[in-house]
């Protein structure tokens, strides 16, 4: 089947900005969403980018999309210790998710 | 909106026993996915259904493994026998149908151990 890659892990201080990034392959896909996972809870929907969009920006929250390359990412700035959990892209096309990109906010 | 409902939410139990986790998804929703999550190896899909019918089920691990979905408010997943690398925390999610903007909408997951 279709394939969603994110790197598992990334470390970051607190007030730097953090990109998480995530190639897919459904070239299908006309939505691309960014989840987030904290300790002992499920996903939650963050944000999403519909897939005719370059960019997209939600407050501290900024997503990118390369169509041609299909390479996602999110950037989140000023990053905060409350920021530090998984985050998971997934794709509509074939309802796939990463594995998960485990954020580390150090003070 | 009650949202995505699991349960139990932790269950331990020794290997070799049955266990079986279960979900009632979004009311009106048309999809219904079940995910098990490890540190080793992520967030992995092993079955989704499309209006009660199982339409992928290459994630399933093994034969030990089994999901139904007798109808559109009730689902299970069961294990049997149980073995210790079942461990894993296990979500089930569900989904309106349709091309569009329909994104997953998670329980909170099932914390599962095998002794």
């Known amino acids: 089947g279709e394939d969603v890659e994110q790197s598992l892990f990334l470390s970051v201080r607190e007030g730097d900005s953090s990109v998480i990034n995530c190639t897919y392959t459904?070239?299908?896909?006309?939505?691309l969403y960014w989840y987030k996972q904290e300790p002992g809870a499920g996903l939650q929907l963050l944000t999403y980018i519909f897939s005719n969009m370059d960019m997209k920006q939600d407050q501290r929250l900024t997503v990118l999309l390369n169509k041609k390359d299909k390479h996602l990412s999110l950037r989140i700035a000023d990053t905060q210790t409350g920021d530090s959990a998984i985050y998971f892209c997934?794709?509509?096309?074939?309802?796939?998710f990463g594995a998960g990109t485990r954020l580390t906010v150090k003070p | 909106d009650a949202g995505v409902i699991q349960s139990p939410r932790h269950e331990v139990t020794e290997m070799g026993q049955e266990v079986t986790l279960r979900c009632k998804p979004i009311?009106?929703?048309?999809?219904l996915f079940w995910y098990r999550q490890t540190m080793m190896r992520g967030l992995e899909l092993l079955i989704y259904f499309n209006n009660n019918v199982p339409i992928d089920d290459s994630g399933m691990p093994e034969d030990r493994f089994s999901a139904k979905m007798p109808n559109a408010s009730f689902s299970t997943l069961k294990i049997q026998p149980s073995e210790p690398r079942d461990s894993a925390v296990y979500f089930c999610a569900s989904s309106l149908e349709g091309v569009g903007y329909q994104p997953q909408h998670f329980g909170d997951g099932t914390r599962l151990s095998i002794l």
């Open positions: 997934a794709e509509n096309g074939d309802m796939r």
């Open positions: 459904d070239s299908s896909s006309t939505y």
């Open positions: 009311s009106g929703h048309d999809y």
